[in-house]
């Protein structure tokens, strides 16, 4: 089992909608759990943290936490084109200090 | 990020010849590590290093080595580069505040070894 599990897609949403994109992880001890975006050609960006159980709100995005399933989610509202992007979970290594283990990543397209 | 600032960007090389890439960050941050990105297999760590002149492995260390002599710069050579070795290089760095920290990136570099 992969230490951080994301599905690959391509996930396709229709402009407008919501999309949501999921990440497993197997550490139970890890407490710090990041959200990246990366375009085609550049380097990942972070575009959220959680590190508490619940949801994250900011702007169009929220971050989902659930460390009693293994899972964090991102959800993005109200799609746009421009968000067609990769995007990359990453988390922390509960026994590595502050390294972060990254999934493969899912790749969304936002369809006008 | 403006602070973080890899060379060079693009680069072609032979096999058998060393190469070395530079990360440099005026961000002061404690951490710094170098990845790989291929694809189907994601980010993958090289090299960290978690203070000057303090530097270890990760996963995918083999024909690489690593130096940092100043908090700011962080380089990466292959010793003798092999066409496995064709990648998208990122340099990434960690401010370590309390809870883990997010990474913060910069542009990549990629390298073609022929």
């Known amino acids: 089992q992969k230490e951080v599990e994301q599905n690959s897609g391509p996930l396709s949403v229709p402009e407008g909608a919501i999309a949501s994109l999921n990440c497993t992880y197997s550490?139970?001890?890890?407490?710090?759990f990041f959200w990246y975006r990366q375009y085609s050609g550049k380097s990942p960006e972070l575009i959220m943290s959680?590190?508490?159980?619940g949801d994250k709100e900011d702007g169009r995005f929220t971050a989902q936490l659930n460390k009693a399933s293994q899972y964090v989610s991102l959800l993005i509202r109200d799609s746009q084109p421009s968000d067609s992007a990769t995007y990359l979970c990453?988390?922390?290594?509960?026994?590595?200090?502050?390294?972060?283990?990254f999934g493969g990543g899912t790749r969304l397209m936002v369809k006008p | 990020d403006a602070g973080i600032t890899q060379s060079p960007r693009h680069k072609v090389t032979e096999t058998g010849t060393p190469v070395t890439l530079r990360c440099h960050q005026t961000e002061n941050h404690r951490y710094m590590y170098w990845y790989r990105q291929d694809p189907g297999h994601g980010l993958r760590l090289i090299h960290y290093?978690?203070?000057?002149?303090?530097?270890d492995k990760g996963e995918v260390s083999d024909g690489y080595s690593v130096s940092r002599s100043k908090t700011e710069d962080f380089l990466l050579t292959l010793e003798s580069a092999t066409s496995s070795q064709t990648s998208v290089y990122f340099c990434a760095t960690q401010d370590v505040i309390g809870e883990a920290s997010p990474l913060h990136f910069g542009n990549g570099t990629r390298l073609t070894v022929t």
């Open positions: 550490d139970r001890g890890s407490q710090s």
């Open positions: 959680i590190y508490s159980n």
């Open positions: 990453a988390v922390n290594r509960a026994n590595a200090g502050n390294m972060l283990t």
């Open positions: 290093s978690y203070g000057v002149k303090d530097t």
